[in-house]
């Protein structure tokens, strides 16, 4: 879903173009978040980076509950509430994963100083 989702805002499908003219953000927000959702998916399938990309996909989905709700208005949360959903559990499965990731990084950091 986030692979074909990213697609549509790559291409310019009519309904993403509209619904982030509505956003008022412009194009490269709509290819921002085209590159989230598709460099997601794909870390979604790499084990080791599948819980990072699990919380770059799930506040994407909050960010697309809330601007549903507040800016269009239309009732179509439910989709991006779900898949933050599913992100956000994926998030609570692999977060052992999300420590060491993030421990590896800090450790990485230091020993560039």
Do not use: C, N
């Amino acid at each position: 879903m986030f692979i074909q989702s990213g697609l549509e805002k790559f291409a310019g499908a009519e309904q993403s173009v509209q619904t982030f003219d509505e956003i008022g953000l412009g194009d490269w927000f709509r290819y921002t978040v085209g590159a989230i959702e598709m460099v997601g998916a794909i870390g979604l399938l790499v084990g080791r980076t599948a819980a990072a990309a699990a919380v770059a996909l799930a506040v994407t989905m909050a960010g697309a509950v809330i601007m549903q709700v507040t800016v269009i208005e239309d009732g179509s949360f439910i989709v991006p509430l779900i898949f933050g959903i599913m992100a956000g559990t994926i998030v609570w499965v692999r977060r052992r994963d999300l420590l060491t990731l993030a421990t590896e990084a800090r450790a990485h950091f230091a020993s560039a100083r």
